[in-house]
């Protein structure tokens, strides 16, 4: 997918949510673990219910990893099933150099057919490069995370007067563009995301850690909406895991509803 059609697709639903596809087979609700592929059936039914809403979907790998085989195959599915005007992130967080990187954009890329992939950058240019080789899809750069142990090494000041992560963003543009790099920003960082967009006004952030993480909506796109979006929010448990019943997806619509209102509002505050 490329950024006018993404753009273009945010505009349209009126709404930059991204659903996070974290399906963990332990918190599935009774109403589909008897089914032969329980996670890819929850899958189905959630991004049924919230495809209204979202123009975006990630499936985080560990939880398909952690399965095995199986895990694979349920991923495949539900791949498959997503509509292809949505844009679809492999949280895979990706990071070697050479030929490893090569194949695992050949497997996210060409086999699973991703739009995108997030990428861990500590190893330099020559573990991104590859994922930038791929026409019209992206790579997804960890930047400046939500977590609470990005502290431990992205905020730190090198010799020059960066910060480590201000480094990382200078140099991944070197590489990929406006067109095919996107970065990831947590939420619960709002009071870096104003310098950050003025930074660079033209590239997509990646925001998780709205809702159970903590982060504020209203913040985030204050600080990070441009003329075409340029953004998409991240919310997988809020929504995932919204009820437990016969009708969690239903609850989960619900909760997609909610976001993707408030979400329109925004963009028509911030984006104009």
């Given at each position: 997918?490329t950024r006018q059609e993404l753009?273009?697709?945010?505009?349209?639903?009126?709404?930059?949510?991204?659903?996070?596809?974290?399906?963990?087979?332990?918190?599935?609700?009774?109403?589909?673990?008897?089914?032969?592929?329980?996670?890819?059936?929850?899958?189905?039914?959630?991004?049924?219910?919230?495809?209204?809403?979202?123009?975006?979907?990630?499936?985080?790998?560990?939880?398909?990893?952690?399965?095995?085989?199986?895990?694979?195959?349920?991923?495949?599915?539900?791949?498959?099933?997503?509509?292809?005007?949505?844009?679809?992130?492999?949280?895979?967080?990706?990071?070697?150099?050479?030929?490893?990187?090569?194949?695992?954009?050949?497997?996210?890329?060409?086999?699973?057919?991703?739009?995108?992939?997030?990428?861990?950058?500590?190893?330099?240019?020559?573990?991104?490069?590859?994922?930038?080789?791929?026409?019209?899809?992206?790579?997804?750069?960890?930047?400046?995370?939500?977590?609470?142990?990005?502290?431990?090494?992205?905020?730190?000041?090198?010799?020059?007067?960066?910060?480590?992560?201000?480094?990382?963003?200078?140099?991944?543009?070197?590489?990929?563009?406006?067109?095919?790099?996107?970065?990831?920003?947590?939420?619960?960082?709002?009071?870096?995301?104003?310098?950050?967009?003025?930074?660079?006004?033209?590239?997509?952030?990646?925001?998780?850690?709205?809702?159970?993480?903590?982060?504020?909506?209203?913040?985030?796109?204050?600080?990070?909406?441009?003329?075409?979006?340029?953004?998409?929010?991240?919310?997988?448990?809020?929504?995932?895991?919204?009820?437990?019943?016969?009708?969690?997806?239903?609850?989960?619509?619900?909760?997609?509803a909610k976001l993707a209102l408030?979400?329109?509002?925004?963009?028509?505050?911030?984006?104009?």
């Amino acid at each position: 997918m490329t950024r006018q059609e993404l753009a273009e697709q945010i505009f349209k639903k009126g709404s930059f949510l991204c659903v996070g596809l974290d399906t963990d087979i332990e918190k599935l609700p009774a109403c589909v673990k008897s089914e032969k592929d329980p996670v890819f059936e929850f899958n189905k039914r959630i991004i049924d219910a919230t495809l209204p809403y979202a123009v975006a979907y990630k499936p985080n790998l560990a939880f398909y990893e952690a399965m095995g085989p199986a895990g694979w195959e349920s991923l495949q599915k539900t791949m498959e099933y997503l509509p292809k005007d949505v844009f679809t992130i492999a949280d895979a967080k990706r990071g070697d150099i050479g030929n490893t990187s090569g194949l695992y954009a050949r497997a996210f890329f060409r086999y699973f057919n991703f739009d995108s992939v997030t990428v861990a950058p500590y190893m330099g240019s020559d573990s991104v490069k590859p994922f930038l080789a791929f026409e019209n899809k992206w790579v997804i750069l960890l930047a400046l995370t939500s977590n609470a142990g990005a502290f431990d090494f992205q905020t730190q000041e090198l010799h020059n007067g960066k910060t480590l992560y201000q480094q990382v963003m200078e140099t991944s543009t070197q590489w990929g563009t406006a067109e095919n790099l996107m970065f990831v920003l947590g939420a619960t960082k709002t009071e870096y995301l104003a310098a950050i967009r003025k930074e660079y006004p033209d590239y997509f952030f990646l925001v998780p850690g709205v809702g159970a993480q903590g982060g504020d909506l209203a913040a985030v796109a204050q600080a990070a909406l441009n003329k075409q979006g340029g953004l998409l929010v991240n919310s997988s448990r809020n929504i995932l895991y919204a009820g437990n019943g016969d009708d969690f997806d239903q609850k989960a619509a619900k909760e997609a509803a909610k976001l993707a209102l408030e979400m329109k509002e925004l963009l028509t505050l911030y984006s104009a």
